[in-house]
């Protein structure tokens, strides 16, 4: 995720659908993270489009997505780490 602006993560509470990229919901201010046991931390670039999530429980990454764009803005590529450290990456044509 090193595209991201200033590497800085935003935090949300959950996502919804299941196209890709995911859609985060909810999001969360730093501070009310020391509440909550499970949440995703997104990545976003200097487009606000998003680059990587990592949902962490109990301070654990227990998945992760990272995405890549085209010059036009459409998904490229997903590469997503499940649970077991298993990769799936996918490639979509424009």
Do not use: C, W
Not at 21 to 29: K, T, Y
Not at 53 to 74: F, S
């Amino acid at each position: 995720m090193s595209d991201a602006v200033a590497d800085k993560y935003r935090y949300f509470v959950t996502y919804s659908g299941v196209k890709l990229p995911l859609n985060l919901l909810n999001e969360l201010e730093p501070e009310q993270l020391g509440n909550r046991n499970t949440f995703f931390r997104g990545q976003f670039d200097a487009q606000d489009r998003l680059i990587g999530i990592q949902k962490l429980v109990y301070g654990e990454i227990e998945m992760e997505h990272r995405y890549t764009y085209d010059d036009g803005g459409v998904l490229k590529r997903a590469e997503i780490t499940d649970a077991d450290g298993e990769l799936t990456a996918m490639d979509f044509e424009a």
